[in-house]
Every structure is written in C-alpha cells, then in structure tokens.
C-alpha cells in the first residue's frame, strides 16, 4: 500500500469532521473521493499531508507511520504532492521559479538542472511559453496546470488532488483533465477530490464516497457511480444528476 | 506588419471635439482659480501690518547667504544619519516583525518582549527617546559609551524600528494562508516558507507605508540637534542666536524639504503603482 488511513479521526471544536476514516491507497491506484460539500474531502487531503494534525488514528506512506510526532513532517510533505482548489501559484514568482523553487531549495538540486526538468514539463503541458510568465498573466486552467507540474518537480511518491477543477471556467476545465489522465498513463499513484463524476468515472480505479466522517462506499467506479449499494450514496448522487453534473 | 488606418465615425469625430474643448476648457479654469487664489494670498501677507518686520528677521537674503555654508554642512550630517538609521531601522523592523510571528510555546519570551517593545516605542515620544539616550545613557559612566551623535541616531532607530515592524508585520498577516499550506506542502520548512513565499510578498505589500514612514524619519532626523550634535537645524539655531534672525531656519526648512522631495517622488510612484494593481485583479 502507499497510503493507508486507518480509523483517522478529525474534529473541529464540537464537529467531528471525520469519525474513524479508514482508506487504502495501492501502488498506481487512483483513487476518486466523492461526497457532499462539508464532508470532509479537503480536510482528509489536509491530514494525509500533514498540513492538518488528526485526533486519532493512523495514516501510513509506504508502510511507515507519518502520523507519528517523532517523524519530520517535511520529509513526509516532499513525497506528497497536494494540489488546491485555488492553484496557490505564489504570485510574486515566474512560473519557472514557482515550479524550481521547491527542487532548488528543499531537494539542493543545480538551478540549470531543476530549470532544464522545468521546462520540460512545460513542453509537455503545451506551457514552454509561460515559463518567464507571472501567475496573473495566466488564465485558471493555465495555473492549476502550472501548480500540478509544480507538484509533480517533486517526483512524488503520492499525488493529492482537491477539487482542481472546480474554480475552472468550463471550457477550461477539459485542459486540467487531459492532464491528471496523462499521469495516471505515467503511473501515478493518486487521491482527487472530485465533483465531475464523469471524469472520476473514466480515470478512477476506485471510487469512495464520504458520508458522516466515513468511507461509507467504495468500489469500481461502474458499481458505485451505476449502481450504489447504500440509499445515501443514491441520495447524494441524484442531487448530483439533478444538477446537471454526471 | 501593416496596420490598417481606422478612420473614426462621425460621431466619435464628434465626441473627440467636444472632449478636447472640455480639457481645454478646465486648463483655462485652473489657470484662472491658481492666478486668484495666488493674487489673494500675496494680498494679505504683504499687506499685513506686521510684514515688513517678518520680511526682515525670516527672509534676509543676506543673513540667509552667511549661514548657509554651516547649515549644508550640518545637513550633510543629517544626509548620513538619516540613511545609516534607515538601513538599521528597516533591518530592526524587520526582525522585530518575525519575532512577533514566531509559534509556539518555547517563543514565548521572545514574543512577549517583541510586542512590548513596538507598544511602548510606538507610545514614547521621540524627544523623549533622545533626551534618554542622549542624555541618560552617558550618565551611567561607562567604558566606551558611544557619542552623543550614535545615542541620537540610536534613539532614531529603536523609535521607528517600533513603526516600520508594525508595517511589515501587517504585511506579513495580510498575506493568505493558502500560500504557507501551498509552500509547505512542497515540503519547504516553516522558515523557507516565511523566506521565500511570505516575506517577499509581505515587503511588495508593505512598501508604500514603510516609504511613508521613511519620509517621515527623514525630517525627525533634524530632532538629534537636541541632544547636541551640530546638523543643520542645531547650525541654523547658532545663527539665529547670533545674528537675532530666523532666516537660518527657513533656509533650514526649505533644505530639508528640498531633501525629502525624491523620496516623497518615488513614495507616491510606489503607492499609485500598488493601487494599479490591485485594482487590476478585480
Ligand atoms: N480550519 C477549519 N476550522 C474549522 N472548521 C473547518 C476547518 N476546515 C474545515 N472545517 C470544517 O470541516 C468540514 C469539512 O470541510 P471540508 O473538508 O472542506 O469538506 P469538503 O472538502 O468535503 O467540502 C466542514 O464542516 C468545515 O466547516
Ligand atoms: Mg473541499
């Protein structure tokens, strides 16, 4: 397994986010997190990378303990890679430098040698002209595509993704998708918050649906998107039909 | 590349004309109001009863031209505080700031002394700082003690360290926390975060007050003749004792302005140019 949560317990203050989580995560696997607004994704994304501390429970990378207050939460944070909602590109810095900054300061790689990988990626994404560019003077598919090469520079173990494409024009948000299916064609190992059902569908290997602090569902996206097993998970996605999103 | 003429509609030849009337038109207006208000102005100084007397001890070209050779050399030595004390105050503020951001229980000390300091200093007027510094610190007798000059520029220093902190630190807190998750979820350290991603952002943010704060500093300079030092208001002060004359500290204060002009040029630049962009996000 590379990631493994076992019985995660979050709270805060009087609401307990998540309430005895437990989700494992195999090699190559993607994984697509549904679940309604307030569910907990965002926070269960925040907890895996340490950005969040949990209140009890377990979660494992590569078998070792991250949740353990002896391990160096930074270590643990340059093997999983998180993308956010909002991109967070930092804005006083060109793409490139957005994209080498963790390579040349966390990792100590040569500048020529994080730039060379930098521009790479962006050949590839179809950004090679954005390099000298300020995050402003991008469009959002143009960013959340910049912010997961900057993830990517990395070589991470795990990918996060929470909800990338939801701040995204419409027309943009096919872009950020042709991407995240790329990489599960490279083997990435990855987790995404995801309201496109859809997508989840096509990419996903398995699909989770949160409800009350608990993987409450999970399986083949055919089964669990087609024909879920639990009246909630029905419920949640005929809200999501009637909105128009599957 | 040719770019092809467009030649404009009729009604927008029209709306040209009219709006080149209408600036030519307030052009004339400003001219008119500054010319009245001009005349009005000069008016009621020179007609004052007491004119020709204030002519003659604040504008005496000839007392002006003896006292100014001592009074640029004076502000020379202004010229040097001022940007010796900038640099240090800046570096001060700077850490004082970060201190005050400081997490956690074993920073507490640290923090607690970094807070009281910027509310006291910010409360204590500076004459007051100087008149301590300068005049309480060598009382003590100590080894070493520094001049009058250094205590001076200390006392400069420690007062609009406590300002220029307060700027950066509002800096600091008006930059989102998403950029700190997005930095440490690259695996950068607290410290690389604030370095890289935070402070940077915090200064660009901060610049316009901090050069306002700065210009401000500049004339408060001219308060270290108080301790004794001869600068240029302390070598005004000398020939207005001498001579019965206050044109000394008019020659004084229009030096010190014609100092601050750059400075005040490149603030208003700063501020409108951070304004612009701001605006342009929305
Ligand atoms: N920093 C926080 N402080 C307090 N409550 C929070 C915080 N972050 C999230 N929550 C709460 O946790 C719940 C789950 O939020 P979130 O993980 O963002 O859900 P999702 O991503 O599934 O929409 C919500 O009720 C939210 O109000
Ligand atoms: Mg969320």
């Not at chain 1, 930092?90 to 963790?102: E, G, K, R, S, Y």
């Not at chain 1, 087609?226 to 005929?238: D, I, M, N, S, Y």
């Not at chain 2, 302390?234 to 204060?253: E, L």
């Amino acid at each position: 397994m590379v990631l493994s949560c076992q019985d995660v317990r979050k709270t805060f203050g009087a609401n307990v986010v998540l309430d005895g989580l437990t989700l494992d995560v195999g090699e190559h696997e993607v994984v697509a997190l549904i679940g309604a607004s307030g569910s907990g994704k965002s926070t269960l994304l925040r907890c895996v990378n340490l950005l969040a501390e949990i209140d009890d429970g377990t979660i494992r990378l590569d078998g070792e303990d991250i949740t353990d207050p002896r391990i160096n939460p930074d270590a643990v944070r340059q093997k999983i890679g998180l993308v956010f909602q909002s991109y967070n590109l930092f804005p006083h810095m060109t793409v490139l430098d957005n994209i080498t900054l963790a390579p040349v300061r966390v990792h100590k790689r040569p500048v020529a040698e994080a730039r060379e990988q930098a521009h790479e990626w962006l050949k590839r994404v179809g950004l090679a002209d954005k390099a000298g560019a300020y995050p402003d003077r991008l469009s959002g598919g143009q960013q959340q595509r910049v912010a997961i090469v900057r993830a990517l520079v990395n070589n991470p173990r795990l990918l996060l993704l929470d909800e990338v494409t939801s701040a995204l024009d419409p027309e943009l948000v096919g872009e950020v998708l042709t991407m995240i299916r790329d990489l599960k064609g490279d083997g990435m190992t990855m987790v995404l918050a995801t309201h496109e059902m859809g997508f989840a569908r096509q990419v996903a290997d398995r699909v989770a649906f949160l409800d009350k602090g608990k993987v409450l569902e999970e399986g083949p996206p055919a089964q669990v998107l087609g024909e879920p097993v639990e009246p909630r998970t029905r419920q949640f996605l005929a809200r999501i039909i009637e909105a128009g999103r599957l | 590349m040719t770019v092809q003429l467009h030649q404009p509609s009729e009604i927008q030849r029209g709306r040209i004309a009219y709006r080149r009337k209408q600036a030519i038109r307030s052009v004339l207006l400003a001219a008119l109001s500054t010319a009245v208000i001009g005349a009005v102005l000069v008016v009621l100084v020179t007609g004052a009863p007491g004119w020709d007397r204030v002519k003659q001890s604040f504008f005496d070209p000839d007392v002006a031209r003896e006292y100014l050779p001592a009074i640029l050399e004076g502000l020379w030595l202004n010229i040097r505080l001022f940007v010796v004390c900038a640099v240090c105050a800046l570096a001060l503020g700077l850490v004082i700031a970060i201190l005050r951001t400081l997490r956690g229980p074993v920073f507490f000390p640290v923090r607690a002394l970094a807070t009281a300091y910027t509310y006291s200093f910010r409360g204590l007027p500076l004459i007051i700082v100087i008149y301590l510094f300068a005049f309480g610190i060598p009382g003590l007798r100590l080894q070493g003690t520094p001049s009058v000059t250094v205590l001076g520029g200390a006392a400069l220093v420690i007062t609009y360290g406590a300002y220029l902190a307060e700027v950066i630190r509002s800096g600091i807190e008006s930059v989102h926390p998403s950029q700190v998750a997005a930095a440490r979820s690259l695996g950068l350290s607290y410290r690389q975060a604030m370095r890289h991603v935070v402070l940077p952002q915090a200064v660009r943010r901060s610049a316009p007050p901090l050069l306002n704060d700065t210009v401000a500093m500049q004339k408060d300079v001219g308060l270290i003749s108080l301790a004794g030092p001869i600068d240029a208001i302390r070598a005004a002060q000398i020939g207005v004792a001498s001579d019965a004359n206050f044109t000394p500290y008019v020659v004084a204060g229009v030096l010190f302005v014609l100092l601050a002009l750059p400075l005040i040029g490149v603030t208003d630049f700063v501020t409108l140019r951070a304004a612009r962009r701001q605006n342009a996000g929305t």
